[in-house]
Nanobody, 118 residues
Framework: QEQLVESGGGLVQPGGSLRLSCAAS????????MGWYRRAPGKQRELVAT???????SYADSVKGRFTISRDNAKNTVYLQMNSLKPEDTAVYYC????????????WGQGTQVTVSS
């Protein structure tokens, strides 16, 4: 059973940076994608960024140019470098792993809080 463990959340001032990490354990079949979603208070969960095992990345428009997603396939770990953080980036960030197949399998981390405030 795949498990995802996140780390790196916290409190940061506007304009600051944070780096989230998510390590997946278990057998990670390909093709797959790992990514980050977030849920702000009173809002629905939204996609932040994803990256395939081949390295193809996509971003939400709201984070383009500020966030960078990357992964280390040997370590089954995905990273989210967040720069120029804004108060509206405040949310619980969830790591996601989807393994593609005849029926896709989705796995979620427990979430890590990111708070951007002065």
């Amino acid at each position: 059973q795949e498990q995802l463990v996140e780390s790196g959340g916290g409190l940061v001032q506007p304009g600051g940076s944070l780096r989230l990490s998510c390590a997946a354990s278990g057998i990670i079949f390909s093709p797959n994608a790992m990514g980050w979603y977030r849920r702000a208070p009173g809002k629905q969960r939204e996609l932040v960024a994803t990256i395939t095992n081949g390295g193809g990345a996509s971003y939400a428009d709201s984070v383009k140019g500020r966030f960078t997603i990357s992964r280390d396939n040997a370590k089954n770990t995905v990273y989210l470098q967040m720069n120029s953080l804004k108060p509206e980036d405040t949310a619980v960030y969830y790591c996601n792993l989807v393994i593609f197949g005849r029926s896709n399998r989705n796995y979620w981390g427990q979430g890590t809080q990111v708070t951007v405030s002065s």
